[in-house]
């Protein structure tokens, strides 16, 4: 087949989606059909299979990496673990990695892997084995390294696989100095970075608080400014459902609706997403949670919920022009990758909605991540050589201040002025300057060309442009 002309082949449909939302908002651009087709185009994509032992057998395992541009090095991308991973979906999601990081200005072309199997049927020494073969299929082929391409964690792997990544690169890579830069996502204790774990969910919650607090938008779709009080109803309870769900309550929304893989549930009064996460993890289910007013066997059911916000963060293909017109939501925040289909994106608008476009709003992951590989590189915690000197001369302006005014200040009123950013402190805080920023970013482009009919074309325009400029200074040899 044609890997990269998907909309003339029946097997593809998501990779098709992404270039077909790319085509679009090509249209508002000013290049040439060549670079477009180099930018759009997945440059390499690796299939392979290899043997791990189960029981007293053999299985062999299908995996893939796709590295979708090479306009920045490294490239960049998460590794999902599913029974349903395939490689449409893998070119998908690194084209979408690709668009992301130039959305938040993140200097890294996009790629993603992908290794279909359902973790939950492997035990622990089993998924260690594969996650580590996988690895050493990928150096054999030199398609991991700290400047060539760096994994993270996706859907259905976490810091544990990363650990073995980590270890399996730097073992095979004796005396090589930036080997734990090789992959993000890593535990603290293995040189990740505090503050990775939340970062897409956080990402996600910052990024509905910047939709919502624009005026003049949400006079359009019918809500009031800001987030307290909206009710929200989230997809999937994982890494980013969970976190996002988390921190839009903090921010003071109103989770009324979670929806998992066995049903969902909904109280328009709120649920307490703590309470709901911990009730799951003790029996297996988000069923039965006694804060619920009302249960749903069928999780789709739970997504048609009243509400104003829709979190989708679980999967791909989750609202399609079937179920679109039952959604109740104004807005649509994409934690997920590819959750909406282009119709069904198409029709929410023409109904009155907004949707926060995926490769946008759970750019949070892959902000740190940059962040974590820098500190790799750097072999230093962020603030660890700052902290102290910056406590001192806070500390000298307080004194300072208070001998001038004869005014002393209380003492939790002193620390909070004296005290020295932590890295926890330092990466939050990174992480809401660049969804600030890329937020109004998108905006901009959407508000002042009145033929770019949404925020994904609006901020795919921007990021075509970021890599055109890329690929135009790199020029082509040989
Ligand atoms: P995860 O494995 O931690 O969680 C996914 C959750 O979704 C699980 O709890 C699973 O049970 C649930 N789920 C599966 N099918 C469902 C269904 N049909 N209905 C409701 N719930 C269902 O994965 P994750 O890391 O949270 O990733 C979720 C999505 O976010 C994926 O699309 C991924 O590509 C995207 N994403 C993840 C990150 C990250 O940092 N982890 C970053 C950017 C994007």
Same mark, same amino acid.
């Given at each position: 087949?044609?890997?990269?002309?998907?909309?003339?082949?029946?097997?593809?449909?998501?990779?098709?989606?992404?270039?077909?939302?790319?085509?679009?908002?090509?249209?508002?651009?000013?290049?040439?059909?060549?670079?477009?087709?180099?930018?759009?185009?997945?440059?390499?994509?690796?299939?392979?299979?290899?043997?791990?032992?189960?029981?007293?057998?053999?299985?062999?395992?299908?995996?893939?990496?796709?590295?979708?541009?090479?306009?920045?090095?490294?490239?960049?991308?998460?590794?999902?673990?599913?029974?349903?991973?395939?490689?449409?979906?893998?070119?998908?999601?690194?084209?979408?990695?690709?668009?992301?990081?130039?959305?938040?200005?993140?200097?890294?072309?996009?790629?993603?892997?992908?290794?279909?199997?359902?973790?939950?049927?492997?035990?622990?020494?089993?998924?260690?084995?594969?996650?580590?073969?996988?690895?050493?299929?990928?150096?054999?082929?030199?398609?991991?390294?700290?400047?060539?391409?760096?994994?993270?964690?996706?859907?259905?792997?976490?810091?544990?696989?990363?650990? +073995?990544?980590?270890?399996?690169?730097?073992?095979?890579?004796?005396?090589?100095?930036?080997?734990?830069?090789?992959?993000?996502?890593?535990?603290?204790?293995?040189?990740?970075?505090?503050?990775?774990?939340?970062?897409?969910?956080?990402?996600?919650?910052?990024?509905?608080?910047?939709?919502?607090?624009?005026?003049?938008?949400?006079?359009?779709?019918?809500?009031?400014?800001?987030?307290?009080?909206?009710?929200?109803?989230?997809?999937?309870?994982?890494?980013?459902?969970?976190?996002?769900?988390?921190?839009?309550?903090?921010?003071?929304?109103?989770?009324?609706?979670?929806?998992?893989?066995?049903?969902?549930?909904?109280?328009?009064?709120?649920?307490?997403?703590?309470?709901?996460?911990?009730?799951?993890?003790?029996?297996?289910?988000?069923?039965?949670?006694?804060?619920?007013?009302?249960?749903?066997?069928?999780?789709?059911?739970?997504?048609?919920?009243?509400?104003?916000?829709?979190?989708?963060?679980?999967?791909?293909?989750?609202?399609?022009?079937?179920?679109?017109?039952?959604?109740?939501?104004?807005?649509?925040?994409?934690?997920?990758?590819?959750?909406?289909?282009?119709?069904?994106?198409?029709?929410?608008?023409?109904?009155?909605?907004?949707?926060?476009?995926?490769?946008?709003?759970?750019?949070?992951?892959?902000?740190?991540?940059?962040?974590? +590989?820098?500190?790799?590189?750097?072999?230093?915690?962020?603030?660890?050589?700052?902290?102290?000197?910056?406590?001192?001369?806070?500390?000298?302006?307080?004194?300072?201040?208070?001998?001038?005014?004869?005014?002393?200040?209380?003492?939790?009123?002193?620390?909070?002025?004296?005290?020295?950013?932590?890295?926890?402190?330092?990466?939050?805080?990174?992480?809401?300057?660049?969804?600030?920023?890329?937020?109004?970013?998108?905006?901009?482009?959407?508000?002042?060309?009145?033929?770019?009919?949404?925020?994904?074309?609006?901020?795919?325009?921007?990021?075509?442009?970021?890599?055109?400029?890329?690929?135009?200074?790199?020029?082509? +040899?040989?």
């Amino acid at each position: 087949m044609n890997i990269n002309n998907p909309t003339a082949n029946q097997d593809t449909h998501f990779f098709g989606d992404v270039c077909k939302n790319f085509d679009h908002a090509a249209q508002f651009t000013q290049h040439d059909a060549g670079l477009l087709d180099q930018i759009k185009s997945c440059n390499s994509v690796y299939r392979f299979r290899f043997p791990i032992r189960k029981g007293n057998g053999f299985e062999v395992i299908d995996a893939w990496r796709v590295e979708h541009s090479h306009h920045q090095s490294p490239t960049k991308g998460g590794i999902r673990y599913s029974e349903m991973v395939n490689e449409d979906e893998v070119m998908a999601l690194a084209a979408l990695m690709t668009y992301k990081c130039a959305i938040v200005n993140v200097p890294f072309g996009g790629a993603k892997g992908g290794i279909k199997i359902n973790p939950k049927n492997y035990t622990v020494g089993e998924l260690e084995n594969i996650t580590r073969r996988y690895t050493v299929e990928l150096i054999k082929k030199n398609f991991i390294g700290p400047s060539i391409d760096v994994p993270a964690p996706d859907y259905g792997s976490g810091e544990r696989e990363m650990s +073995w990544i980590a270890d399996t690169y730097a073992t095979m890579n004796p005396g090589q100095l930036d080997a734990l830069g090789a992959v993000t996502g890593k535990p603290i204790a293995l040189h990740g970075i505090a503050g990775r774990r939340e970062a897409t969910g956080r990402g996600v919650a910052i990024a509905i608080r910047e939709c919502v607090g624009v005026g003049e938008d949400m006079q359009k779709i019918g809500l009031t400014t800001g987030l307290s009080g909206k009710k929200v109803i989230v997809q999937g309870l994982g890494n980013v459902g969970y976190y996002s769900a988390k921190f839009l309550s903090e921010f003071g929304a109103l989770i009324v609706g979670l929806c998992e893989f066995e049903g969902a549930i909904y109280n328009e009064d709120g649920l307490d997403v703590e309470a709901v996460f911990q009730h799951r993890k003790a029996t297996g289910s988000i069923l039965g949670y006694a804060g619920a007013k009302t249960e749903f066997k069928n999780t789709m059911d739970g997504l048609e919920q009243p509400c104003d916000i829709l979190v989708p963060a679980a999967l791909e293909n989750q609202i399609t022009i079937q179920n679109i017109g039952s959604i109740k939501a104004k807005i649509i925040a994409e934690g997920a990758n590819g959750p909406t289909s282009p119709e069904a994106e198409a029709a929410f608008y023409k109904a009155g909605g907004m949707i926060i476009p995926d490769m946008y709003a759970n750019a949070g992951g892959v902000t740190v991540s940059y962040f974590e +590989w820098l500190k790799n590189l750097s072999h230093v915690a962020f603030g660890r050589i700052n902290r102290r000197f910056e406590e001192n001369s806070n500390l000298n302006l307080v004194n300072m201040v208070e001998g001038i005014t004869g005014t002393a200040l209380t003492p939790l009123q002193r620390s909070t002025i004296i005290k020295g950013a932590s890295e926890l402190e330092l990466v939050n805080s990174g992480l809401e300057d660049t969804m600030i920023r890329s937020y109004h970013e998108i905006r901009e482009i959407y508000k002042n060309n009145p033929k770019v009919e949404t925020l994904r074309n609006a901020a795919m325009v921007g990021a075509i442009n970021k890599i055109a400029v890329s690929y135009m200074n790199l020029g082509v +040899w040989p």
